[in-house]
């Protein structure tokens, strides 16, 4: 690995190990712990990608309750399974869409939905157990334990959202849960996981290295990618409001939407709000030309960042250039294949990808790696 030339200058004053303020303890742990957070930015990919699919099966509304501990156990007998049928059957969603269906036909929508929540309780588990591990054994280094407990906060948050999307279907006459309410879910798992992976890239290197990095800084490409990962977190949410009515099964064409720019029914609905997150013509109209210039931002960021003197900088951001080309091509194929399982999930796969991308490219812009004469 190439050395920084604010290493050499010290090289011959200080040992190469010695570790900075912030590393020091009995034991400082950082790569032990960014593998910790390494596991959990994979389980909760897992959760995001098993929460879609959950979505589009239409399984999320088929456990009526929330039981964080006593939930972690299935029906075991004939009774508990009616117990469970019965208390499914007096929810809209079955009266209203799936009335007759069998006992066999809920079993597959409830192992799917008692998947993505003990998926949830296993991500809690490796958290709670990581972080003891580590406070215990004080190895923790200097200012990150309000980092650590920060994620496992934004976890619980993240159980309590989601029984507060779950609770949105179980009443009234919805057919499904609130779609803003799993874009707020959907949202804050992308936070979480965006949290994890800037984590996990500060920890790949050392406290000290870092401080030399801040030193070259790219201010104005640091913006634009905020801008940008804000305008990517945008087109996120709105994708969960396209999942979260199916408006991807709606308007099958491209890139017109069934012959039409904009669809006729597109503001049927009263009051003129509601259209934004109910209505499947406006949602995927929105989600279309978001995606548009969600695009064309990543393009104008990509010409600004091959001023960068930083190669690495400019190869993560040509990363994002590559990955955003591929989802809008998946995303067109997903709304032409009617939004099947296979295709929607990968173009969910990719959507976690990019948000990486731009985290990770961000935090390059922040904390550069220094080219070397050869790389510039």
């Not at 303890?25 to 959760?47: E, N, P």
């Not at 796969?349 to 948000?355: D, N, R, S």
């Amino acid at each position: 690995m190439a050395r920084s030339i604010f290493e050499e200058v010290s090289e011959t004053q200080k040992p190469e190990t010695t570790a900075g303020v912030i590393d020091r303890g009995r034991g400082s742990a950082r790569q032990a712990i960014r593998a910790w957070l390494m596991v959990l930015a994979a389980l909760v990919i897992c959760m995001i990608i098993v929460g879609g699919l959950t979505r589009l099966t239409d399984s999320g509304l088929s456990i009526t309750e929330w039981a964080p501990l006593s939930g972690a156990v299935p029906p075991l007998s004939a009774e508990q399974w009616q117990a469970e049928f019965d208390a499914y059957r007096q929810i809209p969603e079955y009266q209203l869409q799936n009335a007759g269906m069998s006992l066999a036909e809920f079993k597959v929508i409830y192992w799917w939905e008692w998947g993505h929540r003990q998926l949830g309780r296993v991500i809690g588990l490796v958290w709670a157990l990581g972080f003891v591990y580590f406070l215990v054994r004080r190895q923790i280094p200097m200012g990150w334990t309000p980092k650590l407990l920060f994620i496992g906060a934004l976890g619980g948050l993240q159980g309590a959202i989601g029984w507060w999307m779950v609770s949105s279907g179980l009443t009234g006459t919805m057919l499904d849960v609130a779609s803003y309410r799993l874009a707020t879910h959907l949202g804050l798992a992308f936070i979480i996981l965006g949290f994890i992976g800037r984590y996990i890239a500060e920890l790949s290197r050392s406290e000290r290295d870092l401080m030399q990095a801040r030193r070259a800084r790219e201010g104005g490409l640091v913006v634009l990618m905020s801008i940008f990962t804000v305008v990517l977190f945008i087109q996120l949410l709105i994708g969960a409001l396209v999942a979260g009515i199916d408006a991807g099964r709606a308007y099958n064409t491209w890139p017109d939407m069934n012959g039409q720019f904009f669809p006729d029914t597109a503001l049927d609905l009263q009051p003129t709000w509601r259209n934004f997150f109910e209505n499947s013509g406006m949602v995927q109209f929105m989600h279309r030309t978001w995606g548009y210039f969600t695009f064309a931002f990543a393009v104008y960021v990509g010409i600004r960042a091959g001023k960068s003197p930083n190669k690495r900088t400019r190869k993560a951001i040509g990363r994002i250039g590559l990955l955003i080309t591929l989802m809008i091509i998946i995303g067109i194929a997903t709304v032409m294949l009617h939004a099947t399982l296979w295709i929607a999930a990968i173009h969910q796969a990719v959507a976690i990808a990019l948000w990486l991308a731009a985290v990770y490219a961000t935090f390059l812009a922040a904390n550069p790696i220094q080219s070397s004469l050869r790389d510039a």
